[in-house]
């Protein structure tokens, strides 16, 4: 029945192929009921013109993995893929001999009914931690830890928040593919993630992944709206994460900031080489610098991670109204244990939420109001693409001087 | 496989349809190793005499609800939805415009994988929670907080209840649908439910939901048996939730009463209006009621819940031997944070558990013994069906004064 | 599609039937994206002269079974059953008359994704407690309770260890069956499951439980590797659980012991009697006994448990270098709550890890390091075979006295 309801979208799309609306196909649906295990489509299919691009929706096998989705996207010259039943997190994603993502200890794309997110005192989020991107969120995105919460009985009472969040470890309700039929046929993948319950918050987040046939860029771009009656707290951290071949020993991070604070202690002892990198070290314990970053006079600015010979690169594009916060997460432990750094825009720090909200960073919604948030993430090939990248960061830097802070903030 | 099964039980049973034996099919079983995904059938195939009644099973798709069962009946003038994945539930019902369930802002029907139980503090059943119908038990039904047990050693250990227990977070594990050849031609849905564990509760439920082609009515028949060697505890309530159209300004819970006390201080306030519901209220904190109810001579009592016109009603009757205590939670909420009042009957009130033991309302089942309840849902439709639910209550009544205590009890 | 992978799979595997390398079916593979809902073979297929086996894998359905893989290997003499979902556990063994196994509350064959370990105070792991044998471990095996760990920022933090730790439900990322073509034809069954997260155990199991055509034993051997770069705490003990026929009052534990230590006080008052069970006592709370065996001149010691009549008995040997420790469960409840016994070797006691660290029992393993492990379990028939156990187990433990502890160790 799953192939016969494929065949129909497929006659009922090709027979309006003339048409200039795009293509629109739907993957995962709770309102239509639908669930395809497998699926796939070819540019030749839709955009004659621009052939050379495809879609792939399987379902992985075996472990913690059973019963997991996910949908490769290959435009032709990037490919990278989608991983609806975790909160539409990526995977990873590949250009010629550029890899985005890492290669974690944890090897299976974990189904989110092995995720006891309250295991290990609240880290059980790192049971499934492997993705390229991962949004932390919504409720919260931080550290674990107590916070208080209105109970069902009008109440203050007391919840253990768990590390970044539920938001990653919840499968999509509606999965729909589009396919723009006029130039430049942007090819996306959204998906909406519920964050609902009764007594709590009723967030959802649309999400969006797209890139056009040739391109060497992947375009996030979510909108978060608070469907309850209440006005309700919320978090996102864009939680992009990068191992060999851009991170290296002499890797860099690059972008224009306004302010650099370690995170904790043991941040502040290493803040003068902060935006260099180690190679693997066994040993390793984290480094963490949260950023307030520098914007272009239209409110947008650019970070990146370089290699050493600076010929290959990934730089992400968002609006600081958006994203106001900048996580730097290194953790160049040895390659076993996961060898990474994180580049982390997002609507705060990732301290407990507790925390956070003592310096003004939980923002809150409106009943019925949204957060649009847009990242542009592009892969550079050579010294001249990556070149480019630190002239724009360098031209946004000259606005203002840096401030370094040696300090952690005070968070009693 | 599965079709197969399905064409050989059918046929099987079609040979037998001149006996006067019902018809048994089994949806799900262990024992068997049966579950259909899909299944349907209709009534002029079983009783020709009274064809115009319908089951369907489907299995649910997307999101949180990714691979749950649902089995709907229409007797020809009612329906109603039952999730064996979810302990049996009652999804909702409808019988023209009278609607039976509520608009929570949980609107999938959440598969237990997805259900931590013990999230938020205890709350973490609230991220499922959307049913017309749930039972709470079988262990404990109430507040989360600490309760004492004896562990696997033999020593007092404390272990943390979590809100209204596990059952209505456990797939049954034998489903049957029975359909009676004789008039009036009972439907029945069966399905059994085993909440067991090692050193722990042994109680098993035997749930039944049924209807006649044509009623207007609902029977739940439930059995509850205590398994294991030992005395165990159990508790049970019936969590019947009703929003629009029979919640409305003006609606009214009806029922013959011989004490009303407040659960809490919140409570206390509006006291005197305890039986009125208002319209949807921002900021609305629940407020909740035990009830004593008042039987007739036969020991059963009706309550309901009537709208502003008294021309749309709910009527619940059943034993005070069964379920000597009833809840009335009154959650007039705004809507979108959900608009609901629960009236239900139980062996308790919903404190925790180590509450409810104190005032001695936590029963015991010996080695092999059952309790059993049964509650008729009647739908009442048009001022004088409703009149005459008010008119039983009201005979009810005059048996005794209520008493109308406006302290909670002294819980410490 | 499925189907069609067995039958080349099959089809190939005949081509090569003269050759003499085993055949490899692989039923599970997270690696070739492979996952067969049911499969079997028989040994005519495969052992023209030894036909007289098959192996069945099948998928439970209902209740909480649901989704549950199993596989059957009948040798033509003894026939026993693997779980790959629950981490290769075994469920059960039957040879004629003798049943390995006992009749636990807990009826279904538990899918993980309903177990939530740290439930009722850290015994979770009890709601699915109903194999002949599950491996406890591996980053714990012993009681609930709080033990220390560094965490992500590098600091001592504090986690909840859940009861006998998580592998055993965890499901099997690798499973494959092997058919050795010369004789004796062993029969393998291997699974290969992950105990993996970020800053955290990256501890693998290779299992493997095999048999032989005809024969009365059944060989478990499993190795544990560190997969991280540090190196790592880890446990196992593996929890052989039996019930009637071989558990009786008047059965007896049998073993070479260099020394037994009750587990706590109320193991200390029938200390006398540690060895013999009695009948299924109702109220009766577990007695367990911490023993060091003695080995044979070859490292090697045997234990076993036979019934009254000394004519149908079970024996375990396996070397004191990779499994130092036995501990010995006594349940003898009543049968509703589980009459049963333990016989349990493993490189610790079942104590929380903090306590076995104090003591020395928490081994390490370095970067790639293994610990290897085996127990052959042979089920003896007749006065004559459990008459050669005893025999065997005398003639070791003249090497030295036992020592016969009256209190429990000082875990403080």
Redesign the interface.
Same mark, same amino acid.
């Given at each position: 029945m799953k192939l016969i309801l494929i065949s129909l979208l497929m006659a009922s799309s090709l027979i309006h192929a003339q048409d200039k609306a795009p293509l629109v196909i739907t993957l995962?649906?709770? *309102?239509k009921?639908?669930?395809l295990d497998s699926w796939q489509i070819s540019g030749s299919a839709v955009t004659p013109e621009k052939p050379d691009w495809s879609i792939t929706k399987?379902t992985?096998?075996?472990?913690?993995?059973?019963g997991v989705d996910l949908i490769t996207v290959d435009n032709g010259k990037l490919s990278f893929s989608v991983i609806p039943t975790r909160g539409m997190s990526l995977l990873n994603a590949r250009m010629d001999d550029i890899y985005l993502g890492w290669d974690?200890?944890?090897?299976?794309v974990v189904h989110?009914?092995?995720i006891?997110?309250? *295991?290990?005192?609240g880290?059980g989020w790192?049971?499934g #931690?492997?993705e390229w991107m991962v949004r932390c969120g919504l409720e919260s995105t931080g550290h674990p830890g107590t916070d208080s #919460?209105i109970?069902?009985?009008?109440d203050e009472?007391?919840? *253990?928040l768990t590390?970044h969040g539920k938001i990653g470890n919840?499968?999509?309700?509606?999965v729909e593919v589009i396919i723009e039929r006029v130039p430049p046929h942007r090819i996306r993948i959204r998906g909406r993630v519920?964050e609902?319950? #009764?007594?709590?918050p009723?967030l959802e987040i649309q999400t969006e992944v797209s890139t056009t046939p040739g391109s060497a860029s992947v375009r996030i771009s979510d909108t978060i709206t608070n469907?309850? *009656?209440?006005p309700q707290e919320f978090q996102i951290l864009y939680h992009a994460n990068y191992g060999p071949p851009l991170l290296e020993e002499g890797a860099q991070f690059v972008g224009p900031v306004k302010k650099v604070i370690p #995170?904790?202690d043991?941040a502040s002892e290493s803040i003068d080489s902060y935006s260099i990198y180690k190679r693997p070290t066994?040993?390793f314990?984290?480094q963490?610098y949260c950023m307030t970053p520098l914007a272009d006079y239209d409110g947008r600015t650019t970070i990146g991670l370089v290699n050493r010979s600076k010929n290959k690169g990934i730089s992400m594009k968002f609006s600081i109204q958006q994203l106001p916060f900048i996580t730097l997460w290194k953790n160049t432990?040895?390659?076993?244990?996961?060898y990474v750094t994180g580049l982390e825009p997002g609507t705060n720090f990732p301290n407990n939420r507790r925390i956070e909200r003592k310096f003004g960073r939980v923002p809150k919604l409106d009943?019925g109001q949204s957060h649009h948030a847009e990242i542009d993430f592009t892969i550079l090939k050579g010294n001249k693409a990556v070149g480019g990248l630190i002239d724009q960061i360098q031209k946004i830097q000259r606005r203002a001087q840096p401030v370094i802070e040696t300090k952690p903030e005070n968070k009693d």
């Open positions: 995962t649906s709770v *309102d009921n639908i669930h399987k992985l096998h075996g472990g913690k993995q059973e974690s200890p944890v090897k299976e989110p009914q092995y006891r997110l309250e *295991d290990r005192g880290l790192l049971e #931690f492997n #919460f109970n069902n009985v009008g009472a007391t919840m *253990d590390l919840i499968p999509a309700s509606e519920d609902r319950m #009764f007594y709590g009723k469907r309850g *009656d209440d #995170f904790n043991h066994a040993g314990t984290e963490v432990n040895s390659e076993g244990e996961g009943s």
